[in-house]
């Protein structure tokens, strides 16, 4: 079983959460000072809690303490939780509600989550419940309560999809074989009824079926565990017949965990909805499987002809939850390869994360080498030290090559080095090459120099928006000096990084999205009344501050993305060392052991989770003109002319 599956998923509905508390606010919805999580003992109450953690630990926006509270007195402890800076997630036993309901009132939520079809903690369930309505009235807190629901029975008459009240209609009217059940079902939208119409409590229900994970499935509609592993064990993906006749819907962890969240601030009070993420059949769902792994596995497909009038329709109508403007988190071809690289011998393949460089990204490397070569016939001449630097140096290090997903190639200088290259390289460089930098005219306003490739585009969202010179490139990344003394530390980088952020948002000349579009939004109009040459001359008096200090035992990464976290040792990196590199030998520091600890953290020689192994930018253009093919007596190509193609003079 691969166990870094369930660490990237966890991870990944982390990042659903954080991305719903990412729209609450930016849309200046409130949040709440208390989190209370109620939940029996089923797999997704695991996620659930696991999820929080991070999101207590990274999410700008959980502005909270969380706490999980087990529904089910003999429930089995869950993971030690964590407690991080305020943002706290602790175990509270039931009996512990009548302590907490008697603090101070604050705003507050609870989210109950069960497993309804489960019989064994009924009991126990209600009585939890009861509390928490009981709580919720004495704290008017608000209460999204959760439930998996039984197999749904086959909906009659040729009917797809039932709405929230004709679900209710058709389980506890007019199924009468199915209610039994349904009664433990039933018996709490009974009781959430009675909270919200009796009690006045803030309450919603939502209702989730046929629920999976990589690692476990409440799915009683279809056996998706079971039918991967028999898939893998024959080798062969089989389709017949019947595997047309039954329709179901099915909800990915991810998008149970974030709807929960959602509804707490998105959802109407007293309103039950149905949630799930996708409408599948056994055909369907096999087909998926087969189109994810057709290099293992073989299709028979045994089908001429079925029965449309036959097929028996398990769903639930979700319209009235994707209304609430819900947007599901993972397409449904995804789910069920997580769920197949878990539970068998296959590799996760992450290059749809990089499918955009349409094949390309071995030439990029390729190129990115070509100038890296060009670096180094200069740096040698002039004795200038440089060193692999970024991803660059985390590949070098752990793979003695580039990182298979990374796009661009990083080198770092100490600031006198970095003095004489930007000098003389400008005067070295073959007539292949550009120097961007803000100093030279070349309409460049990074704080980071590139060396550039002629005749080519490499441009991100950011960059393509002005008319620059915008080919593959390498990125010159500077470490400068800094005080020993740690308030003047921060006193150096808090400036650093406020002269960047302006710099950034007037050369965008628009607002930038997620935390600092407001803060943007107003500064504009001003910053556009400072000349760029300002700018930069204020960021080089910033950097160069502490460029004479003799004693100096740390270095900030001035123009890159780590400077405001905190500071480097600056042993190691003043002596290189030549490894190999992607066909080639390149610098490393000789101790690089404190730079990678500080740019990745102590783990850095373990492979991230999949998820994040993705390319670093986000592209608007790739075009690498003559240089596309590795043939070099092609001849010239048309110069590039940043206007547009049809501004390119004919050759």
Same mark, same amino acid.
């Given at each position: 079983?691969?166990?870094?599956? %369930? ?100 705003? +507050? ?14 009991? +126990?369930?209600?009585?939890? !419940? ?48 199915? &209610? ?51 898939? $893998? ?72 002809? #079925? ?18 403007? #819900? ?83 990083? %080198?770092?200088? !100490? &600031?006198?080095? #970095?003095?004489?290259? &930007? ?104 910053? &556009?009344?400072?000349? #760029? ?30 400077? %405001? ?15 190999? $590199? ?59 002319? %940043? ?9």
């Amino acid at each position: 079983m691969n166990s870094l599956i %369930i660490t990237d998923e966890i991870e990944m509905t982390a990042s659903a959460v954080d991305r719903v508390l990412t729209r609450v606010f930016l849309e200046k919805k409130k949040f709440y000072d208390k989190y209370y999580f109620v939940c029996d003992d089923n797999f997704v109450s695991e996620y659930i809690v696991q999820a929080m953690n991070i999101i207590a630990q990274k999410s700008r926006y959980f502005l909270g303490s969380a706490y999980f509270v087990p529904a089910c007195a003999k429930s089995e402890k869950l993971e030690e939780l964590l407690a991080s800076e305020g943002c706290a997630i602790s175990e509270i036993s039931p009996d512990n509600f009548e302590k907490i309901k008697n603090k101070k009132k604050e705003t +507050s939520c609870v989210i109950t989550f069960v497993n309804s079809a489960e019989k064994k903690n009924q009991k +126990s369930v209600m009585k939890a !419940l009861d509390k928490v309505f009981t709580f919720a009235g004495n704290n008017s807190s608000r209460v999204v309560v959760g439930t998996l629901l039984p197999l749904m029975p086959p909906i009659p008459q040729g009917i797809d999809h039932l709405a929230e009240r004709e679900y209710n209609f058709f389980v506890e009217e007019y199924a009468e074989d199915v &209610r039994p059940d349904f009664e433990f079902y039933t018996s709490v939208e009974k009781r959430c009824r009675q909270a919200v119409r009796d009690e006045k409590i803030d309450a919603t229900l939502l209702r989730f079926d046929n629920v999976f994970a990589p690692d476990n499935q409440h799915t009683p509609a279809f056996d998706l565990k079971g039918t991967i592993l028999e898939v $893998f064990k024959n080798q062969c993906v089989e389709i017949t017949r019947e595997d047309y006749e039954t329709t179901f819907t099915l909800t990915y962890i991810r998008d149970v965990v974030a709807s929960l969240i959602f509804s707490l601030y998105k959802v109407k009070t007293g309103h039950t909805y149905n949630v799930a993420t996708y409408t599948a059949s056994p055909a369907t769902i096999k087909l998926a499987i087969y189109s994810k792994c057709k290099e293992y596995l073989k299709l028979k497909c045994d089908v001429e002809d #079925y029965d449309k009038e036959a097929i028996e329709y398990r769903c639930m109508s979700t319209l009235k939850f994707r209304n609430m403007r #819900y947007k599901t988190f993972c397409r449904r071809t995804t789910a069920i390869y997580s769920m197949i690289c878990y539970l068998s011998e296959i590799e996760y393949d992450n290059s749809p994360l990089v499918a955009f460089y349409d094949g390309k990204l071995a030439r990029l490397k390729d190129l990115e080498i070509y100038i890296l070569n060009e670096i180094e016939r200069v740096c040698r001449k002039h004795g200038i030290k440089y060193f692999l630097a970024g991803g660059s140096l985390l590949g070098a290090v752990r793979n003695g090559m580039s990182i298979a997903w990374d796009d661009d190639l990083d %080198i770092g200088m !100490l &600031r006198e080095d #970095y003095d004489k290259f &930007r000098k003389v390289f400008q005067e070295e460089m073959g007539e292949q090459f550009v120097y961007s930098c803000p100093t030279n005219g070349s309409g460049s306003h990074y704080t980071i120099d590139k060396v550039r490739l002629k005749g080519t585009y490499f441009s991100t969202n950011y960059s393509s928006k002005n008319e620059v010179e915008d080919g593959i490139f390498i990125d010159i990344l500077v470490y400068d000096k800094t005080s020993n003394n740690k308030f003047l530390q921060k006193l150096h980088m808090a400036y650093l990084y406020a002269i960047t952020k302006a710099l950034e948002v007037r050369w965008y000349n628009a607002p930038r999205k997620n935390f600092h579009y407001r803060a943007s939004k107003l500064a504009l109009p001003f910053l &556009r009344l400072i000349p #760029y040459c300002v700018y930069h001359g204020m960021f080089e008096l910033g950097v160069s501050f502490y460029k004479n200090k003799k004693n100096a035992k740390y270095l900030i990464d001035s123009v890159g993305k780590k400077l %405001i976290d905190g500071v480097m040792p600056i042993d190691g990196l003043e002596e290189v060392q030549y490894v190999d $590199f992607d066909g080639i030998k390149a610098p490393i520091p000789v101790d690089y052991t404190g730079y990678l600890n500080y740019a990745y953290g102590p783990d850095y020689m373990n492979l991230p989770t999949y998820s994040k192994r993705r390319a670093p930018h986000n592209f608007a253009r790739i075009d690498m003109g003559e240089y596309i093919f590795e043939n070099k007596d092609t001849p010239q190509f048309r110069s590039v002319n %940043i206007k547009g193609e049809l501004f390119e003079e004919e050759i």
